[in-house]
Every structure is written in structure tokens, then in C-alpha cells.
């Protein structure tokens, strides 16, 4: 059983590899296309909404069961995890843009960065982080669901002051945007299992295709304030990234956490739904606020494979380190004997 098992150990993660290495390719070649082609991809923009619906519709179609349980049999991890996701990265966004001195439009964009839920890729990049898939799953399941009460309350909490927020209609827009089609997605799987099953490794692609496409027709939009702003608010996003990546490995690690649900939870907070924010940006506020997170679609992807990279150096390191350890022992224990 264990033989038939490792070649689709292996063949997992080759394909999340290649995803991982890939998905930031594509989503770059997609920013640029928008921004050097806006004219091509504009008709795209109205579209964002809908797009954004089919990719948490792939989404739905990936959730499972135990992703839920984990909540009940490991409720410390995920409320930690909850909690410095919906913490850490809008108290951030607000704190990098207070700190670069950004116009109002670009703080109400980098705290909406902040308070959208976790990205669907972030459990691809936790699994090649040696992180515990199983809780990141958990976190971005968790945070979907309750995106529409918490993301425009969050906003109207820390940007209130900057712009109008509308509540009401920032919900309904999850509630559209989100909550509609991952449900639609977890029916289709429960009446549809075996052909679900049977489209599985081309799921990951699908969405990742249709989020380019999200991303061309963000970027087509805010081509002309792209190649104005870009320096500082791609400066401003990298640094809300890699500040949320490390504060969420500190807040796991405060909370007593072992060192693969750390991972998992550094994962979790520093990448987010960046896709979401961009559509709610683009309609509630415009071009300006939508920058941030037109810029961290493609960032975040970028940095998760970095992080990925290092958690696995890392984790590579350790294992050889323990591995010569176990060899200097018996090596003297032989000796001893002998």
C-alpha cells in the first residue's frame, strides 16, 4: 500500500511545484499585458466581478469535509491564526500607508489589502512550506465564510475616517462575490462528486487562468495610475507582506504552536485574497484604491514562492543536520562496541 501510495506522494508535489513556480509567471504576464495593452484587456474590467465569482466557485469545489473539522479538533490553532489574520494585516496596511504618507484613496486600498480573507493559493505555497496544509485549508475556509461581515466592518473601522465606507454594499458584494459561488461549488461537488474528482488536477489551473484574466482587466484600469504611483505603493505592498508573514509566524509561535502550524499560519495572514480586494476597490472606490491590491495579486504569488523556497531550504538543512547527528552516534556507539 505504501508503494502504490509515493508515487502520488511524489506526483503531488511535483504538480504543486510546477503551480507554485508557474502561477506568479502567469499572474505577471498578466499585469503586464494589462498595462501595456490596456486598450485590449479594458473590456475585461466590468467582467472582474464575475470572474472573481467563478474562481471561489473552483474554490467550492475543493472543500472538504475534514477542512471544517479541523476548526473543532484543533480550535487553538485556527482562532490564533483567525485572529492574526484579521488583526495583524489591516492594522498593518494602515500602519505602512500612514508610514509612507499615502492620499486617502491608498489607504482605504492598502487597509482593504488587509482585511480580505486568505488567497487560495496560500495552501499550495503552505504545503511546499512544510507547513500544516490541513490548517491553512482551515484558515482560508473560515475567513471566506465570515469575509462578508468582518472585511467591511474592518474597513469601515480603520478607514472610516479617510472616505465614505458603505457597509451594507461592501457586504452584499461578498455576499455575491464570494459566498454565492464557493456554496454553489460545495453543491455541484455534493451531487457532482466523480466528475469533480475526474477535473481535480485542472481545477487549480482553471482559476489561476481566470484570475489572470482579473488581473488584466484590474490592471487595464489603472494602467495610467500604475506607471504614475507604482514605485512607492509596490515598495508600500512588499513590506506589508513580508510584516505580515513575520508577525504571523510570532503570533503562531506566542501561541505555543509547533513549527509546521507556525508555517502554515505565517502563510495564511501575509497572503491574501488580494483578487477580492482589487473587485471591491474597483467598485467602490476606484483606480487608485484598487493599486494596492492590483499590485499584491501579482506580488503575493511571487512572494509565496520565495517563502515556500525557504521554508524548504530550511526544512532540508534540518533534515541533513539531524541526519549526520544520527550517523556521528552510531558511528561512536559502533566504535564503543568494537
Known sequence: MTTNRLPEVEREKRSARIAVLLFPLIIVAAGAFGIFAP???????????????????????TMKAPDLKLIVRMPHAVVIG?????????????????????????????????????GASSNIVAYLAKGNVALSVAMTTL?????????????????????????????????QIVIVPVALGLIVK?????????????????????????????MAKSADVVMNSAAMVVLAVILHNAAGFTLGYLAA??????????????VEVGMQNAGLAA????????????????????????????????????????????????????????????
Open 279 to 338: 473587485a471591491l476597490a474597483n467598485s467602490h472606490f476606484g483606480p487608485i484604491a484598487t493599486l494596492p491590491a492590483a499590485v499584491a495579486t501579482i506580488w503575493h504569488n511571487v512572494a509565496g514562492a520565495l517563502l515556500a523556497t525557504l521554508f524548504g531550504l530550511i526544512e532540508r538543512r534540518q533534515e541533513a543536520a539531524s541526519s549526520r547527528k544520527i550517523a556521528t552516534k552510531v558511528a561512536v556507539e559502533s566504535h564503543q562496541t568494537s
Open 190 to 218: 455534493l451531487f457532482a462528486g466523480k466528475f469533480v474528482k475526474v477535473i481535480a488536477s485542472a481545477i487549480p489551473w482553471i482559476s489561476v487562468s481566470v484570475l489572470a484574466l482579473v488581473i488584466a482587466g484590474i
Open 82 to 118: 483567525f485572529i492574526a489574520q484579521f488583526s495583524i494585516m489591516p492594522l498593518l496596511g494602515l500602519g505602512v500607508a500612514t508610514l509612507f504618507n499615502f492620499e486617502p484613496m491608498l489607504v482605504v486600498g492598502m487597509v482593504l489589502l488587509g482585511a480580505v480573507p486568505g
Open 39 to 61: 486598450k485590449v484587456a479594458l473590456p475585461l474590467n466590468p467582467m472582474v466581478p464575475y470572474l472573481l465569482g467563478i474562481v471561489m466557485f473552483t474554490m467550492g469545489l
Open 253 to 266: 509561535k506566542a501561541g505555543r504552536l509547533g513549527v509546521r502550524e507556525r508555517r502554515a499560519v505565517a
Open 143 to 175: 475567513s471566506t465564510i465570515l469575509s462578508p461581515f468582518l472585511t467591511p466592518l474592518i474597513v469601515l473601522w480603520l478607514a472610516g475616517s479617510y472616505l465614505p465606507i458603505d457597509f451594507w454594499s461592501m457586504f452584499m458584494q461578498i455576499m
